[in-house]
């Protein structure tokens, strides 16, 4: 059982394969696969209960929650060189995976804040939004002014896998 204690909540369409995503990403399994993170727009985002059931990016932005369009933001790329190894936590029976923080440069106001970044899987560079599975979703409301936004999605991981 995957243990979202990290993540804000997970995706189930992701549900006992996050660490996979993670590590076919790592290991170019397909080469130039990568993990995205989007930021959605605050107006009209839906619930967490109503996006853990979307099995797509493009899913996500069908109904009334959208990506962000502001200035200086577009969807950042992780590829392998960009993931660190992990290694299982052998003492307390659990895997945390993260990511880097995230920094996007001079973002506008217009186009609005922002509420949450999704982290997914993108198998290859040629995807569509219906073939990236969202991952895991993180509250972060902000407003941007113009300034640098940097995001850590948690200081422990974006994601924990451990048994029920």
């Not at 979307?54 to 950042?76: F, I, M, P």
């Not at 590829?79 to 003492?91: S, T, V």
């Not at 029976?93 to 001079?106: C, E, G, H, L």
């Not at 599975?133 to 941007?144: K, V, Y």
Request: aromatic fraction near 8%; proline fraction near 6%; hydrophobic fraction near 45%.
């Amino acid at each position: 059982m995957e243990d979202p204690l990290v993540a804000d909540f997970p995706f189930n369409i992701a549900l006992g394969r996050a660490v996979e995503f993670y590590w076919r990403v790592k290991n170019g399994d397909p080469a130039n696969s990568a993990l995205l993170v989007v930021a959605l727009a605050a107006s009209g985002v839906e619930s967490d209960a109503v996006l853990r059931d979307k099995v797509s990016l493009a899913d996500v932005v069908l109904g009334n929650t959208n990506e962000a369009t502001n200035a200086g933001y577009s969807r950042k790329v992780l590829l392998a060189a960009d993931l660190a190894l992990y290694e299982p936590d052998y003492d307390n029976d659990r895997v945390d995976i993260d990511i880097p923080d995230q920094t996007w440069t001079a973002v506008q106001a217009t186009g609005g804040a922002w509420s949450k970044l999704l982290v997914c899987y993108r198998p290859a560079p040629s995807s569509t939004d219906a073939q990236i599975i969202p991952i895991s979703a993180h509250d972060f409301g902000i407003t941007p002014d113009g300034s640098d936004v940097v995001a850590q999605i948690n200081s422990l991981g974006f994601y924990r896998a451990a048994p029920a």
